[in-house]
């Protein structure tokens, strides 16, 4: 289908979601509530918005699709690893960076399966066609590495949503706007044209991951294919939309993407508990509002995000985005509606105390740094034709390795099973 056949019609939206995971508990004190979740599609409810958009229980992602991206005895490790028995792990939760901030907790190798195989899920139905935009909150965790946890985060549901795109589309482009660096999505990509990664992320002051610097670009085929937009604290909207926006009309023009995916981390906020950005919900929500006019099919990720009745509220204003809906700022009376006092409305205003100490001077010279480096590349650069590789490719593991006993029947069956149904008839057997 054509960007303007897609331009003349509504968007179908695509909304994964369980409960399940709403439910899941990182520990007492710690920052991430995937809580936030559940209360971010109970408002999305209340704002009548399940009626503009299909709504689907992710599927649980198998241990062999995320060894497609993540090294299999990290992958073994996660499925093994519980409160029970990880102090006799010990050596192993240090070889894979678990500890404090990505700890051990009931439900973790569920909670990894669920919200990795509804990005998965929604990437596939973008290639089908069946949505133009698939909405995954529980999704975008950014730093996970191929074989270690980094920053809240296990698999890197990202990457592999993307490397499902590229089976069907010949570059992707992946944007971050999370406070935080994509720092695990732009290392799997950093040596490749067909995935260029965009993040605007705080910079400096050892803020976490400490990546993402102007000069880091991408190496070997990948140079120039890794923009980085480093910012420092108490950027406001309209600073951060005069970069966004014509940094984002710039790439989409000379990489001409076929399909993006989008990271919607909420704390770059005003007001969140670990961030020092001063974004609205308007500004925020932008960002998602000027990428659908360039009609490509969208993947929406959720990502950080700790103010748990702030992330809720921008995760529901920017589904209304996605389904084109305009809402209310009196929220709706809901399951969490006392979350929200005392004035009960959707908006948030910015800080006023908070400087904006990124100057002028400094914002144009780092979107003409980006200009620069975009005017170094090929205009959508091409790709050789290759035949296309099943829609749930399974690697194959080391000789080594006894895929009897590392990955089960059960789940191998389970893969088969869900994409013969969803991919009627493009082959005729999956490999093991």
Same mark, same amino acid.
């Given at each position: 289908?054509?960007?303007?056949?897609?331009?003349?019609?509504?968007?179908?939206?695509?909304?994964?979601?369980?409960?399940?995971?709403?439910?899941?508990?990182?520990?007492?004190?710690?920052?991430?509530?995937?809580?936030?979740?559940?209360?971010?599609?109970?408002?999305?409810?209340?704002?009548?918005?399940?009626?503009?958009?299909?709504?689907?229980?992710?599927?649980?992602?198998?241990?062999?699709?995320?060894?497609?991206?993540?090294?299999?005895?990290?992958?073994?490790?996660?499925?093994?690893?519980?409160?029970?028995?990880?102090?006799?792990?010990?050596?192993?939760?240090?070889?894979?960076?678990?500890?404090?901030?990505?700890?051990?907790?009931?439900?973790?190798?569920?909670?990894?399966?669920?919200?990795?195989?509804?990005?998965?899920?929604?990437?596939?139905?973008?290639?089908?066609?069946?949505?133009?935009?698939?909405?995954?909150?529980?999704?975008?965790?950014?730093?996970?590495?191929?074989?270690?946890?980094?920053?809240?985060?296990?698999?890197?549901?990202?990457?592999?949503?993307?490397? %499902?795109?590229?089976?069907?589309? *010949?570059? =992707? $482009?992946?944007?971050?706007? /999370?406070?935080?660096?994509? !720092?695990?999505?732009?290392?799997?990509?950093?040596?490749?044209?067909?995935?260029?990664?965009?993040?605007?992320?705080?910079?400096?002051?050892?803020?976490?991951?400490?990546?993402?610097?102007?000069?880091?670009?991408?190496?070997?085929?990948?140079?120039?294919?890794?923009?980085?937009?480093?910012?420092?604290?108490?950027?406001?909207?309209?600073?951060?939309?005069?970069?966004?926006?014509?940094?984002?009309?710039?790439?989409? %023009?000379?990489?001409?993407?076929? *399909?993006? =995916? $989008?990271?919607?981390?909420? /704390?770059?906020?005003?007001? !969140?508990?670990?961030?020092?950005?001063?974004?609205?919900?308007?500004?925020?929500?932008?960002?998602?509002?000027?990428?659908?006019?360039?009609?490509?099919?969208?993947?929406?990720?959720?990502?950080?995000?700790?103010?748990?009745?702030?992330?809720?509220?921008?995760?529901?204003?920017?589904?209304?985005?996605?389904?084109?809906?305009?809402?209310?700022?009196?929220?709706?009376?809901?399951?969490?509606?006392?979350?929200?006092?005392?004035?009960?409305?959707?908006?948030?205003?910015?800080?006023?105390?908070?400087?904006?100490?990124?100057?002028?001077?400094?914002?144009?010279?780092?979107?003409?740094?980006?200009?620069?480096?975009?005017?170094?590349?090929?205009?959508?650069?091409?790709?050789?034709?290759?035949?296309?590789?099943?829609?749930?490719?399974?690697?194959?593991?080391?000789?080594?390795?006894?895929?009897?006993?590392?990955?089960?029947?059960?789940?191998?069956?389970?893969?088969?099973?869900?994409?013969?149904?969803?991919?009627?008839?493009?082959?005729?057997?999956?490999?093991?």
């Amino acid at each position: 289908m054509s960007r303007r056949e897609m331009s003349g019609r509504k968007k179908k939206v695509a909304y994964f979601y369980d409960s399940e995971v709403g439910g899941m508990y990182y520990g007492p004190n710690h920052p991430m509530k995937p809580h936030r979740m559940s209360m971010a599609y109970e408002l999305a409810l209340a704002y009548e918005l399940h009626k503009k958009m299909q709504i689907f229980s992710p599927r649980r992602c198998s241990a062999i699709e995320m060894a497609q991206f993540h090294s299999e005895d990290y992958v073994d490790f996660l499925s093994h690893v519980t409160p029970d028995n990880q102090e006799e792990l010990a050596g192993q939760l240090k070889k894979y960076n678990l500890g404090e901030d990505c700890p051990v907790f009931d439900g973790l190798w569920d909670f990894c399966k669920l919200y990795t195989g509804a990005s998965i899920q929604g990437a596939a139905r973008l290639n089908q066609g069946h949505s133009d935009i698939a909405i995954n909150y529980a999704g975008g965790l950014h730093h996970g590495k191929k074989s270690e946890a980094s920053g809240f985060c296990y698999i890197n549901d990202l990457v592999l949503a993307i490397l %499902e795109l590229l089976k069907y589309h *010949a570059r =992707v $482009l992946y944007i971050d706007i /999370d406070i935080h660096h994509g !720092d695990g999505v732009e290392e799997a990509f950093y040596t490749t044209d067909r995935v260029m990664t965009l993040s605007f992320h705080k910079y400096g002051d050892y803020f976490f991951p400490g990546t993402g610097d102007l000069k880091d670009i991408g190496e070997s085929n990948g140079k120039y294919y890794s923009l980085n937009v480093p910012l420092r604290d108490g950027i406001d909207d309209e600073s951060f939309q005069n970069l966004y926006k014509p940094i984002l009309a710039r790439v989409m %023009e000379i990489y001409q993407p076929g *399909a993006v =995916v $989008l990271q919607c981390g909420a /704390d770059s906020l005003a007001h !969140d508990r670990l961030g020092s950005f001063n974004l609205t919900l308007e500004g925020h929500g932008e960002c998602l509002r000027f990428l659908k006019k360039f009609d490509v099919p969208i993947l929406v990720t959720g990502g950080g995000g700790y103010t748990k009745k702030n992330v809720a509220r921008c995760w529901a204003y920017e589904t209304s985005i996605a389904v084109s809906t305009e809402i209310g700022n009196e929220i709706p009376d809901n399951l969490y509606h006392e979350y929200y006092a005392p004035d009960y409305n959707l908006h948030i205003q910015p800080w006023t105390t908070l400087e904006n100490i990124n100057t002028q001077a400094d914002l144009e010279q780092t979107k003409r740094k980006i200009f620069q480096y975009l005017s170094a590349i090929d205009h959508a650069p091409s790709v050789q034709m290759h035949k296309l590789p099943p829609e749930t490719y399974i690697p194959q593991f080391d000789d080594d390795v006894d895929l009897d006993t590392r990955f089960s029947q059960e789940e191998r069956d389970l893969v088969t099973e869900h994409d013969a149904e969803l991919y009627e008839g493009d082959y005729d057997q999956i490999g093991d």
